[in-house]
């Protein structure tokens, strides 16, 4: 797994410094806390490049992270715009050894369930999308990924659940992408529609398959000082998935203020609008939502009974060209209370 991130990243990080004109790299030690993970430190070297001509920066993310629970993640996450923008490679390479909580499935689920588990996966998803027309990219998708759980609780409801092995799923998408920037959107939209079917074909031991669609808008309400945005996502399992790869309400960017994972089952419909307030030119105001639930099968579906959480963070700008944002959001629903301490924004 190592010699196989080291050659991925000295091929990718060589191609991008000879191939494009505009390259800006950036190193990033950053304490953070999420109530999932208590302290931690990441180290994030994030690769920005592209060519006069191109509208889009190209992304090279090189991270890794530690935790004070002894969680720990390494990854490479490409995102390549070439032949002019007519096509992007995106993908992530990932290795993860993290404890995380199981409640059970279903939105009813209880706190007094609680158990933890040890979640070790290693794999690689990548995709490949072509332009059709101006700002619409259809491409096809691969994902593989080798799960396993550790120290379960021998009473637990984990035990009634396969979750070991091996899922692989092939699959197409579409984008549809106005925005003014990939990095940090002021204008514009964002329509995503991703499909993936997991089976025995593909040596697979799992048989399901995924769909998810991700909708964003930006806009300024006030003269560039007040950035309204707003994002409609949703994820639709059909077939037995492992409870590791379930739609989940929670964490860091998804609905935030309830615990990451609190919430899984095989449908999520969630909505996150956000206010982003200038005070300075280097320090933002955020003020956010987030709602939605889960439900099982579709005829389950009832938007008169959804979960709310909100909240306020501050941006705080640590580069420039794209504007990259230091996050601290802090959150709360109606059982539980989120303090987040990250790089990037939610959405």
Request: some cysteine.
């Given at each position: 797994?190592?010699?196989?991130?080291?050659?991925i990243?000295?091929?990718?990080?060589?191609y991008?410094?000879?191939?494009?004109?505009?390259?800006?790299?950036?190193?990033?030690?950053v304490?953070?806390?999420m109530p999932?993970t208590?302290?931690g430190?990441?180290?994030?070297?994030?690769?920005?490049?592209?060519?006069?001509n191109?509208k889009?920066?190209?992304a090279l993310?090189?991270?890794s992270?530690y935790t004070?629970?002894?969680?720990?993640?390494f990854?490479v996450?490409?995102?390549?715009?070439?032949?002019?923008?007519n096509?992007?490679?995106?993908?992530?390479?990932?290795y993860?050894?993290f404890?995380?909580k199981?409640f059970?499935i279903g939105?009813?689920s209880?706190?007094d369930?609680e158990?933890?588990?040890l979640?070790r996966n290693?794999?690689?998803c990548?995709?490949?999308?072509?332009?059709?027309?101006k700002?619409?990219?259809?491409?096809?998708q691969y994902?593989?990924?080798?799960?396993?759980?550790?120290d379960?609780k021998?009473?637990?409801?984990?035990?009634?659940h396969?979750?070991?092995g091996i899922i692989?799923?092939l699959?197409f998408?579409?984008?549809?992408?106005?925005r003014?920037?990939?990095i940090?959107p002021t204008?514009?939209?964002l329509?995503?529609?991703?499909y993936?079917?997991?089976n025995?074909?593909f040596?697979?031991?799992?048989?399901?398959?995924k769909i998810?669609?991700?909708?964003?808008?930006?806009?300024?309400?006030y003269?560039?000082?007040?950035?309204?945005?707003?994002?409609v996502?949703?994820?639709?399992?059909?077939g037995?998935a492992p409870?590791?790869?379930?739609?989940a309400?929670g964490?860091a960017n998804l609905?935030r203020?309830?615990?990451?994972?609190?919430?899984?089952?095989?449908i999520?419909?969630?909505?996150?609008?956000?206010?982003k307030?200038?005070i300075?030119?280097?320090i933002?105001?955020?003020?956010?939502?987030?709602i939605g639930?889960?439900?099982?099968?579709?005829?389950d579906?009832?938007?008169?009974?959804?979960k709310i959480a909100?909240?306020a963070g501050?941006?705080?700008?640590?580069k420039?060209?794209?504007r990259l944002n230091f996050r601290i959001d802090f959150?709360?629903?109606?059982?539980?209370?989120?303090?987040?301490?990250?790089l990037?924004?939610?959405f």
């Open positions: 797994m190592k010699r196989i991130f080291i050659l990243s000295l091929t990718l990080a060589f991008s410094s000879q191939v494009y004109s505009q390259s800006r790299n950036i190193f990033f030690l304490p953070f806390y999932e208590n302290f430190l990441v180290f994030t070297d994030i690769l920005h490049f592209k060519k006069d191109q889009h920066f190209s993310n090189f991270f992270l004070l629970k002894n969680q720990f993640i990854g996450s490409p995102s390549i715009y070439f032949d002019n923008g096509y992007l490679l995106e993908g992530k390479l990932i993860k050894c404890t995380r199981y059970g939105n009813n209880s706190k369930d158990e933890d588990f979640n290693h794999g690689a990548i995709s490949l999308s072509r332009k059709i027309i700002n619409l990219m259809v491409g096809i994902d593989l990924e080798d799960m396993t759980i550790q379960t021998d009473t637990g409801q984990i035990q009634y396969k979750t070991n692989s799923g699959g998408k579409a984008t549809f992408d106005t003014n920037s990939n940090y204008k514009g939209v329509a995503k529609a991703d993936l079917l997991y025995d074909n040596a697979s031991e799992y048989n399901y398959s998810k669609f991700d909708f964003r808008n930006y806009f300024y309400i003269h560039k000082k007040i950035l309204f945005s707003y994002q996502y949703s994820e639709f399992i059909n037995k409870i590791q790869v379930l739609p309400i964490g609905i203020g309830f615990y990451a994972n609190r919430y899984i089952d095989n999520l419909l969630t909505v996150q609008p956000e206010l307030i200038k300075t030119n280097v933002l105001l955020a003020l956010f939502t987030g639930n889960i439900y099982n099968n579709l005829e579906i009832d938007l008169g009974k959804i909100s909240g501050i941006r705080i700008k640590v420039d060209n794209p959150a709360a629903s109606n059982e539980s209370r989120g303090t987040y301490f990250t990037m924004e939610a």
